[in-house]
């Protein structure tokens, strides 16, 4: 099985990759591809370029191997839209490899929403991650279309190439990109939050006005 993550990932952050780990070890698979976007079409402008995001990526997963980086998203012009990476991953794959991708709740409550929704489960299982935040909207399409597609268990997503939905409730670290970026804004340290290397580059560069000189 073939599973990606996708995100800004702006900066990544101890949360991001500890999910990514659950999902690998629940799934039984080798690895976990993550995969940043260009252009996130749900929001405005990153805080970083995607050169700067990717190299943050790369510190953060070094040295370790279940989790690689996709940078296909950085490669394409415009917007980063998941259809069209699945789309191109289902290429490469051939019809009958399992696929799937991996979504918070904040993110799938406006599912129906994203470009191409409906295709994407023609493409792809979908792992739907309990993320902090108010649950989803039962009467919602995303909702709906969880309940009406939920497999029992990790298992039943090796049985075939897309389709299927997961819910997960993995052990949740409450960190998020947005007030990491509020958090170097003010001036205090998010050490603890982002592993040390990305920190390090964070300062460095000067991203998300850190001061390169500072004394935390």
């Known amino acids: 099985m073939h599973v990606i993550y996708g995100g800004t990932f702006d900066p990544v952050h101890h949360g991001h990759l500890r999910l990514a780990l659950e999902v690998s070890d629940r799934l039984g698979v080798g690895s976990v591809s993550l995969v940043p976007c260009h ?40 917007a980063s839209y998941t259809a069209d990476t699945l789309r191109q991953l289902r290429a490469e794959l ?22 191409e929704w409906q295709q994407i489960p023609e493409l792809a299982h979908v792992i739907v991650v309990r993320r902090p935040g ?7 399409k995303p909702a709906r279309l969880l309940a009406e597609r939920l497999v029992s268990g990790p298992e039943a997503l090796h049985h075939s190439p897309c389709g299927g939905f997961l819910q997960m409730d993995p052990p949740l670290l ?40 500072g004394n935390f």
Not at 46 to 53: E, I, K, V, W, Y
Not at 98 to 103: D, G, I, K, R, S
Not at 134 to 140: H, I, K, R, Y
Not at 176 to 193: K, M, Q, V
Request: overall charge negative.
């Open 174 to 213: 409450d960190i998020s990109a947005t007030g990491i970026r509020e958090c170097i804004g003010d001036g205090r340290s998010p050490r603890y939050l982002v592993p040390d290397q990305v920190w390090q580059e964070i300062r460095r560069q000067a991203l998300y006005g850190a001061c390169p000189d």
């Open 39 to 78: 252009i996130p079409p749900h929001r405005g402008q990153t805080g970083a370029s995607s050169d700067q995001r990717l190299a943050m990526l790369r510190l953060a997963i070094a040295g370790e191997p279940q989790l690689r980086i996709d940078n296909r998203e950085l490669a394409r012009e415009g």
């Open 134 to 140: 108010p649950a989803l909207d039962p009467a919602g």
């Open 94 to 115: 051939g019809p009958d490899e399992p696929l799937a991708m991996v979504v918070g709740t904040d993110a799938f409550a406006s599912f129906d929403r994203w470009r």
